[in-house]
């Protein structure tokens, strides 16, 4: 695998090469739409004590995309220091990022499934990528993007968006803030970018994450680097790929929790009634924080894959045992897949889940070409019933 080889799909419709993928805030962006797109005023927010992700601790487990858990406790000496020996690793890693990336690939995964330390996060996320690359070879693209014009309606239906986008941090608190301003900017640049997706809803708590991370610019070719290494089919109108993708899900719960599939096949319940926002959204909606940055930290390593090991833990744990008892109809089944309880979601009994969950990037390979061909012969039935009516 070459410097150029990177993203993390697991090789099918994404843009990106087959086969396994490893792959300051104050710059100014030149751009009038900062200003001019956002006009309603709101007043600045009092001193708010944050934890140190960010968020406004009186929102914290609360907050609408996972929350983060409050960290008030002063970290001891020896993870102090055990920090300082990680920080050190992932410096020499980076510093020597194509090495690691062509030799020791797994040496990477291995690090990003023990935790990125969040001083490092912002480098890290944006080579693991490729977004690196992808500045490299249009620098100046970027600041001529938020020149040109977009569509009215795909400004305004960005305009609307960017208030509910993690309004709990205080990065977006402000509806005037530079924070929204950003994400307007990367947002509408992507869209330039590429016009025929347009915008779609599922990029702005991705373009969020992303921008609470790295600056502006390095967060939109993080996000080009998404669509077109990772999840490129979620961002599309017809969401097709979103459907194969819970038919999928669907399969690998009928061998990882067969007690779940069952209760979601009787009851006729279709992935993409809970699976949807969990994976168009990478999950940060749907975990708490800590937890949400763990699985970024594993998904931009090792792609699609960690989405759906996440999903087969999140139903089996839901829906295991006595609480299936509680799920008489589809309803209450849904609402249980909407609320799972968060001790399940937290990082240490999540992490611990995941690692016995035994998928692989040749199951999802095998999966995908086995829905996509059932979905094809779904289509082809039903154009030939409307041709007959």
Same mark, same amino acid.
């Given at each position: ?135 490299? &070879? %249009?620098?100046?693209?970027? $600041?001529?993007? *938020? ?5 009215? @309606?795909?400004?305004?239906?960005? =305009? ?93 719960? &009928? %061998?990882?929790?067969?007690? $779940?599939?069952? *209760? ?5 319940? @279709?992935?993409?009634?809970?699976? =949807? ?113």
């Amino acid at each position: 695998m070459n410097d150029d080889e990177v993203g993390a799909g697991y090789g099918v419709d994404h843009g990106g090469p087959p086969g396994r993928q490893s792959l300051g805030r104050s710059e100014e962006d030149g751009s009038e739409d900062c200003h001019s797109v956002i006009s309603r005023k709101s007043a600045t927010p009092t001193e708010r004590t944050c934890d140190k992700y960010g968020f406004f601790l009186e929102n914290s487990e609360d907050e609408e995309g996972g929350g983060t858990a409050a960290e008030t406790r002063v970290p001891t000496s020896a993870e102090v220091k055990a920090l300082r020996a990680r920080e050190k690793k992932w410096l020499q890693m980076l510093n020597n990022w194509r090495y690691y990336i062509n030799f020791k690939w797994e040496k990477i995964r291995d690090r990003c499934r023990k935790g990125i330390p969040h001083s490092l996060r912002s480098q890290a996320w944006f080579y693991l990528c490729g977004g690196h690359l992808q500045k490299r &070879r %249009r620098p100046a693209l970027y $600041a001529d993007l *938020l020149t040109r014009s977009v569509p009215e @309606e795909t400004r305004s239906d960005i =305009t609307k968006d960017l208030h509910r986008q993690f309004p709990g941090h205080e990065l977006f608190a402000e509806r005037s803030g530079s924070g929204q301003a950003e994400l307007f900017n990367v947002l509408k640049a992507f869209a330039a970018y590429r016009p025929a997706q347009g915008y779609c809803q599922a990029q702005g708590p991705i373009a969020a994450v992303l921008l609470m991370h790295m600056p502006a610019e390095h967060a939109f070719w993080s996000l080009v680097a998404l669509n077109d290494y990772y999840i490129g089919g979620y961002f599309t109108h017809n969401l097709e790929e979103i459907e194969i993708h819970g038919r999928m899900l669907a399969a690998f719960l &009928r %061998r990882f929790s067969p007690s $779940a599939y069952s *209760l979601l096949k009787r009851q006729n319940v @279709e992935p993409v009634l809970y699976m =949807t926002e969990w994976f168009m959204c990478i999950y940060s909606r749907s975990l708490p924080w800590a937890s949400v940055l763990r699985v970024w930290d594993m998904f931009l390593c090792e792609g699609v894959t960690v989405l759906f090991k996440v999903g087969i833990y999140i139903v089996d744990v839901t829906l295991r045992g006595e609480n299936v008892k509680t799920c008489p109809t589809m309803y209450e089944t849904c609402q249980k897949l909407r609320s799972t309880p968060r001790h399940y979601l937290a990082e240490e009994p999540l992490l611990k889940g995941l690692k016995h969950i035994d998928l692989k990037d040749e199951d999802l390979l095998r999966e995908h070409k086995t829905q996509v061909k059932k979905h094809r012969k779904a289509k082809s039935r039903e154009s030939r019933e409307q041709n007959a009516a």
